[in-house]
């Protein structure tokens, strides 16, 4: 219970969150505020589902907050400047030195192809792509879209569905929470994306 009351957790919430409102690049249609704030919600849900204690939701939940930070400084090796970020950061909010480096493993996680270890680590990858099996894929997938159309990564809408295509047909959900919630809405959005394909939607 010392490293719940000694973890500063609202006080770390308020300054990354105004920290990446007011410094996070306008051009990041995907990596902005609101997709924090999507992951964030996530977690918080997968970590119900896989029943993990406060301390350990309080850790996830900052990674969440913290995970794409780093975009601040440029979108190349963000997941080790989201790192530097809360080093330099969580450490004035009572978070020991154990909690930061909890918390870097989680944010290192999210990093692709995804190498989650720790149960925390599962959740918070789970969690940053858990829109893959949603309802609202498409909305957000469009979002990432103008992002990598605006950064060069792609040219034109065909490219753009043959990498989802890759992309889904690599990853995979690792905790069960996620698995039994959206595995099945996943399966069926990729379905429509190589519809859009055949079609050259």
């Not at 990564?153 to 295509?165: A, G, L, S, T, Y």
Request: glycine content about 4%; charged content about 25%.
């Amino acid at each position: 219970m010392i490293a719940i009351q000694n973890m500063q957790f609202q006080q770390a919430k308020a300054f990354i969150l105004t920290k990446l409102k007011s410094e996070l690049p306008a051009r990041l249609t995907y990596h902005c505020y609101e997709h924090v704030i999507d992951v964030y919600q996530a977690a918080e849900n997968l970590g119900e589902l896989e029943k993990i204690n406060a301390n350990e939701m309080q850790l996830l939940l900052t990674a969440a907050l913290f995970h794409d930070s780093g975009f601040i400084t440029g979108a190349k090796d963000h997941e080790e400047s989201s790192c530097s970020i809360a080093r330099q950061h969580l450490p004035c909010f009572g978070y020991t030195a154990i909690d930061v480096e909890k918390i870097c493993g989680m944010i290192m996680s999210t990093k692709l192809p995804q190498l989650p270890k720790s149960r925390l680590e599962k959740i918070l990858a789970d969690a940053d792509l858990d829109y893959l099996g949603r309802d609202d894929f498409f909305p957000i997938s469009d979002l990432l879209y103008e992002e990598f159309l605006e950064a060069g990564v792609i040219k034109n809408p065909d490219e753009w569905n043959r990498m989802q295509v890759a992309f889904f047909e690599n990853h995979h959900y690792f905790t069960q929470s996620a698995i039994k919630l959206r595995q099945h809405k996943k399966e069926a959005n990729l379905q429509l994306i190589k519809l859009k394909l055949v079609n050259k939607i």
